[in-house]
Structure formats: structure tokens, C-alpha cells
């Protein structure tokens, strides 16, 4: 099995068809979506319609969810311009993905935890909203309800990972297609420096195991960052073109 894992796209069409089109050259089985596909002040219906045409096994991110769920005043200045410029029948259809996937090999599919899409499986969050690789008893308990998966793949944090977990389990975030920081989070401006490349990652199963291929791709991330700004949004401008907020 040779899986393509793409994670956080949140509405980065640009970022999105630069991935879609090197994953093309690296002959993959199949392309699995963890979800958070379109909040974004970017191209949130564009990114939709190109994966809907695509039809691809996808879970559901919390941002998935939170745009049909919450009311207007409750979502973040990205979502409410996503919510807007979604039908009600595309909202819909986010909200009715799966929270979790299982797929051959013993591979679990999910956005956050495999009980949660809020909570981060490999990192823990600090007062500052510093990231930090969580603790062993930590990942542990939040793999619990998995325990026959071989492989996790999960997004949420934005951050590329692989861990050998407890069990023999290979834990792997592929990091953010779209979005290297959520700019409307308060501390965006203290998180560390990161960069613009859109990630994602393959997962090989071999004779002796899983091999995983982290990539980081150059994309037009200035037309990203014009689109943000275009659409009355400087911070995530600032991010698209950074890859951090100050």
C-alpha cells in the first residue's frame, strides 16, 4: 500500500492543486484527506467543487464541523467568510463526513484524536500556545480507543511528524496543505517561526514496515497571500506569505 496523506487545506486552492499535482508524479494508491478543507479567507467554495471532484475518502475537522454547528458569532473571522461563501448543501456535506476512517493494514484515519477533533494527538499545548511533543503516558491514553491501528494519520496541529508510538503504532501528521498557522487564533503572533511551503506527506508499507516521505512544496503562496488580502484579511496575508503572523 502507497498512500498520499493531505491534511488542513483550509481553503488554499493554490496550495491544494500544487500538492494534487506532485502527487500525481509519485504514483500513490490512494489519497487520503484528514479534514479542515476549506475556513479560510481564501477560496473556500473553489477548494470544495475541486474536492468534491475528486471524491476522495476524507474525515471530518473540527472547522468541518464547526461550520454548520455554530452560530455566526461563535466563528472565527475565517470561518464566517467560508460559511458564507458556501451554500447550505456544500455546509451540509462537510458536516456529514466521518469522524474517523479505518482503512486496510490496520490504518486509522482521523483529524485530532481518534475521539477528537479538537485535541491534538502529538502535541501538547502550552499557556503561550507553544506546541510541545506530548508526553509517552500522554499519546498513550489518546490512542487508547485504537488500540489494534497500526498506522494513525491525523492533522489538526499543522504541524509534520512521525512517531513510534506504544504498540508498535507509527503515528504520522502529513502538516497543512494551506494554512503553516491559523492566523484568527490570538496567539498566532507567539507561536514560532514557521514557513509558507505546503506539506503533506506518503506512507509506504514495505516488507519490514511503514517508510513515510515528509514534504514541504514551493507553491504561489504570494497569489495566496494576495487572495488574503484581497478579501480585507492582512494577518493571514502576512501568513501565507511568511508562514507566521506577528
Known amino acids: 500500500m502507497r498512500l498520499a496523506v493531505i491534511s488542513d487545506i483550509h481553503g488554499n486552492l493554490a496550495a491544494l492543486e500544487a500538492v494534487l ?135 489538526h496541529s499543522h504541524r509534520q511528524a512521525v512517531v513510534h508510538g506504544p504498540g508498535d503504532c507509527l503515528v504520522l501528521n502529513p502538516g497543512s496543505v494551506g494554512c503553516p498557522v491559523f492566523a484568527d487564533i490570538p496567539v498566532a503572533a507567539k507561536l514560532e517561526y514557521r514557513s509558507p511551503h505546503a506539506r503533506y506527506a506518503i506512507i509506504t508499507k514495505g516488507r519490514r514496515g511503514w517508510q513515510v516521505e515528509l514534504l514541504a512544496l514551493e507553491y504561489d503562496w504570494e497569489a495566496a497571500s494576495a487572495r488574503a488580502l484581497a478579501n480585507d484579511h492582512p494577518r493571514w496575508a502576512q501568513a501565507m506569505l511568511s508562514g507566521y503572523v506577528t
Open 21 to 155: 499535482a506532485d502527487i500525481k508524479t509519485r504514483t500513490v494508491d490512494r489519497t487520503v484527506n484528514l479534514g479542515d478543507c476549506v475556513t479560510s479567507p481564501l477560496w473556500p467554495k473553489e477548494t470544495f467543487e475541486a474536492l468534491q471532484s475528486l471524491s476522495l475518502p476524507t474525515v471530518r475537522g473540527n472547522h468541518d464541523r464547526w461550520i454548520e454547528e455554530f452560530t455566526d458569532d461563535k466563528l472565527s473571522p475565517a470561518g464566517l467568510f467560508a460559511r458564507n461563501a458556501l451554500t447550505a448543501e456544500q455546509r451540509r456535506a462537510l458536516h456529514s463526513l466521518p469522524s474517523q476512517l479505518r482503512l486496510d493494514d490496520g490504518v486509522v484515519a482521523c483529524h485530532g484524536t481518534p475521539d477528537d477533533d479538537t485535541t491534538c494527538l502529538l502535541e501538547e499545548i502550552l499557556d503561550d500556545g507553544r506546541y510541545v511533543p506530548a508526553h509517552r503516558d500522554v499519546l498513550a491514553a489518546r490512542l487508547a480507543s485504537a488500540p489494534a491501528a497500526r498506522v494513525v494519520l491525523c492533522g
